[in-house]
């Protein structure tokens, strides 16, 4: 019994190290030092940013139509991740409009709704502090069916960074959850890839009419 309880010890031990692993913002170093070392064009910049949503629109200037938008996503990030790094993945580009997806993989690994608008707040602060001029853009966060589970904490934080939006200025709030859903209210399963937690063309489509005509 007691070597049973050791056991179980131990795999709680081993379990919290391989939490406080997961939240070490500096696993993204090697990306980041990425970023650190682009090239800044001329002219009105536009920063897209986040998660791995954002890292794997790989034809935003396309879709957009606009070559001056850098895409600075991480996959597996979370909005503390991009709070650490804001000064390489945002703040050095000296953007007029930066645009965040932050807060799917903070719902997936745990963190309360109320955590991520924190979290939130203070990366606008940061952004405001340095360039008070800027738009700042909060992309919410989209329905999978990885992650339908989740459905709850996605919708109330949502809620919660829209409703924070409405009352700030030079912040806007952009849904893309209800456009993702088919008629029986569930993530339609063909704009993902087969992962069901990433999007296709289909799905980037979608983001394409959400998004895009904030970024003219």
Known sequence: MKSLKWLFTLMLLFSALIDLKAQ????????INGFSKMEIPDGDLI??????SVRFWGTVQKDCADEKIINTGFGGSEASDLL??????????K??????????NDINSGKT???????????????????????IYIIGTKPSPARWQFETGYL?????????????????????????????GRPKPQIF????????PKGYAIWTEAICP???
């Open 193 to 200: 890839i087969g992962d069901s937690l990433h999007m296709n």
């Open 156 to 184: 109330a934080v949502n809620k919660l960074l829209s409703d924070y939006a409405e009352q700030q200025e030079q912040v806007g709030y952009i849904d893309v959850w209800n456009s993702m859903l088919n008629d029986a």
């Open 95 to 104: 953007p007029v409009k930066v645009f965040i997806y932050e807060g799917d």
């Open 214 to 216: 904030s970024m003219d």
């Open 113 to 135: 709704p109320e955590t991520i608008l924190k979290t939130m707040s203070q990366i606008v602060g940061k952004i405001r502090s340095s360039l008070p001029e800027t738009e």
């Open 84 to 93: 650490y790094h804001l000064d390489a993945a945002v703040l050095r580009f």
């Open 24 to 31: 070490d913002p500096n696993r993204f170093q090697f990306v």
């Open 47 to 52: 920063v897209i940013t986040g998660s791995s």
